[in-house]
């Protein structure tokens, strides 16, 4: 597939069939995206991979807003940082997450971005429990790794729409 077929093909997918992806797939998503640079080539970024359906779907629950999505997922994927291993582990995994995405997409598979860092469980109470903290409740999360945020992965359930034309030129600043 050409790059920017790629890139026009990814969309946020929050509908999947039941359909499970198959272990070799899995190994290859996370093969490519391993290949994502890091900064000083640190590799901070690890993946926790949850194909547990009874997990996926305590998951959706992490947040009172933007995750419940998840509970149809065939599969999750936590992208986690390092922090002992560098200080830009958020940027690296952001990287990550973003080629994570891009190789399902090639794969003919749907995922969609559920942040986790910085955000609470409840909308209502910024300051209370954490949906990193919820997650660590049930998921084996390294210590010393932060999640960044978890990519719902599975064949998509529905045909997108095109993305609405817009006009880009104002979000490009050119020098004279």
């Known amino acids: 597939m050409e790059f920017k077929d790629l890139i026009n093909k990814r969309r946020s997918i929050r ?20 290949t994502a640079p890091s900064a000083r080539n640190t590799r901070t ?16 629950d992490m947040r009172d807003y933007g995750s419940g999505f998840l509970k149809n997922a065939p599969l999750a994927i936590v992208v986690l940082g390092d922090t002992t291993a560098g200080d830009l582990w958020r940027e690296n995994a952001s990287i990550s997450a973003t080629i ?4 399902c997409v090639d794969e003919g598979l749907g995922s ?17 429990e954490q949906a990193a ?9 390294p210590e010393g790794c932060e999640p960044l945020c978890a990519i719902a992965v ?8 095109p993305l609405p034309p817009c006009d880009d030129s104002l979000r490009i600043i ?3």
Not at 45 to 57: A, I, K, M
Not at 112 to 128: L, N, Q, T
Not at 133 to 141: A, G, K, N, S, V
Not at 154 to 161: C, I, L, M
Request: glycine share 4%; proline share 10%.
């Open 174 to 176: 050119r020098l004279p």
């Open 154 to 161: 599975g064949y998509s359930d529905f045909q997108p729409a």
């Open 133 to 141: 903290d919820y997650l660590r409740t049930f998921l084996p999360i």
């Open 45 to 60: 970024t690890r993946f926790l991979v949850v194909d547990n359906p009874e997990l996926v779907v305590r998951m959706a």
């Open 15 to 34: 509908k999947f069939s039941d359909r499970p992806v198959p272990r070799e797939v899995v190994d290859r998503l996370l093969a490519e995206a391993l």
């Open 112 to 128: 969609c971005w559920v942040h986790i860092h910085g955000r609470p469980r409840r909308k209502d109470d910024p300051e209370g």
């Open 100 to 103: 994570l995405q891009l190789a």
